[in-house]
T-cell receptor
């Protein structure tokens, strides 16, 4: 079945550091890939997405490229801020299994001033 | 994108009781999903609720414990029945289009604590 694996947290960085959160997936078809963010005490928000191979999703300085050859969708940001402290979820959605979204375990990010 | 509201936003309940969570969407949607997020964990799909058909439950979730209604294209309810402390979680309503390229959007969640 489909699955998403992302790096374990927590990840602790200083402000302005470079961020990478690794995400790999297993899917029988050709899924769309998503990064969601959950700020403390809030629900999930879509951060970015990519719907086909080699697409790059970007938003708020975050980027991720859909790599079919390595089945990866790593999240990157060049300079993190304290306000980026949150839990980040990698996810996939495809046409099998009723179009449901499958989530990774989540990676908690702490950014220190 | 869809705007989703949930009621209640949080509740504290006694074991053995039931709670019904409401989900309202600002537009008509075909597919609605209910997820559970246990403390510090990822999201687990409980069931998919499409209007006009019975909800489809994921492995480990049963209708007697989590009955779902979907009376129209903008509304759904999830009931957590005969609650125990293990049911303490955030319950999230979600909507998504019938294309895998479309994003699923999430409500703010209902934070449930069972004593």
């Amino acid at each position: 079945g489909n699955s998403v694996t992302q790096m374990e947290g927590p990840v602790t960085l200083s402000e302005e550091a470079f961020l990478t959160i690794n995400c790999t997936y297993t899917a029988t078809g050709y899924p769309s890939l998503f990064w969601y963010v959950q700020y403390p005490g809030e629900g999930l928000q879509l951060l970015l997405k990519a719907t086909k191979a080699d697409d790059k999703g970007s938003n708020k300085g975050f980027e991720a490229t859909y790599r079919k050859e390595t089945t990866s969708f790593h999240l990157e940001k060049g300079s993190v801020q304290v306000s980026d402290s949150a839990v980040y979820f990698c996810a996939l959605r495809d046409g099998t299994g009723g179009f449901k979204t499958i989530f990774g375990a989540g990676t908690r990010l702490f950014v220190k001033a | 994108s869809a705007v989703i509201s949930q009621k209640p936003s949080r509740d504290i309940c006694q074991r053995g009781t039931s709670l019904t969570i409401q989900c309202q969407v600002d537009s008509q949607v075909t597919m609605m999903f209910w997820y559970r997020q246990q403390p510090g964990q990822s999201l687990t799909l409980i069931a998919t609720a499409n209007q006009g058909s019975e909800a489809t439950y994921e492995s480990g979730f049963v209708i007697d414990k989590f009955p779902i209604s979907r009376p129209n294209l903008t509304f759904s309810t999830l009931t957590v029945s005969n609650m125990s402390p293990e049911d303490s979680s955030i319950y999230l309503c979600s909507v998504g289009g019938q294309s895998y390229q479309e994003t699923q959007y999430f409500g703010p969640g209902t934070r449930l604590l069972v004593l």
